[in-house]
């Protein structure tokens, strides 16, 4: 599994597979440069002189030419190796979805519904999201209360999460337990 996280959380985690995602020498990490946006795009992000669509866009195409390297390419062989262990790659970027570290998770996550992985990217450091439908929301209800791995209601009523997942309940589009894709979510 894929975990994505800011690098202020480092300290705290026990994975034993942990990297950066940055321009910078982090004690500790090493850098996965081919997965990090360019210096100059990611100047010109940082500097407004980008709309966040733009660099979104400029930084999937930087990620698209990786992934063309074939068998030379460090973001096939990263989204391989995470299905079988558990990876955190961090970002210097504070907890938020306009990350460079979200646009990662959607490219990998892309990667692994288009080769059939049942597996989700985890960004432990992105706000929560409120993002599905109605419609959505109530399918996920009904196979939380149908799944056997789904964790029980907790004092409001409200379920935390999977015991098989760490995903929030908004969050969980596929199980890798169950091997099934639990909710067809249409990107709005």
Sequence with gaps: MLYLDALDNFRGNTTRNQFIICHETVKGLRNILELTPAVELLQKWEMKVLAWEEFQQAFKAQLREEYGRGEKSQLKRWANYCIENDVVIYSPESVGQQTYRAVLAEVINNIWEQTGKAARVVDK????TNALSKVHREAMERTADTCKYF??????GVRKSCFCCTHLDTQVFSCGKLDKLVIAYEWR
């Design 125 to 128: 450091a992105a706000k929560p």
């Design 151 to 156: 964790q029980p209601p907790v004092q409001n």
